[in-house]
């Protein structure tokens, strides 16, 4: 069993969320900085009830 639902959210406690590797299954061989990145806006577009789009993610990217 998990700690997280697929959503980020943490089982058995309300309105707690995580967005860091640590809820990954399995690390990458390479720098996990874009994963991560791609992970924190999809968990925030869940908190927000947004859609995670494309242009939303290479806005996020171009910002770094």
Not at 13 to 33: E, F, K, M, Q, R
Not at 44 to 63: F, I, K
Request: net charge neutral; charged share 10%.
């Amino acid at each position: 069993s998990s700690v997280v639902a697929p959503t980020g959210q943490v089982h058995g406690i309300n309105n707690l969320y995580v967005a860091d590797a640590s809820i990954l299954p399995t690390a990458g061989a390479v720098n996990t900085g874009l994963t991560i990145i791609a992970l924190a806006l999809r968990i925030g577009d869940v908190m927000a009830g947004t859609p995670l789009t494309a242009a939303r993610v290479e806005t996020a990217l171009q910002s770094r």
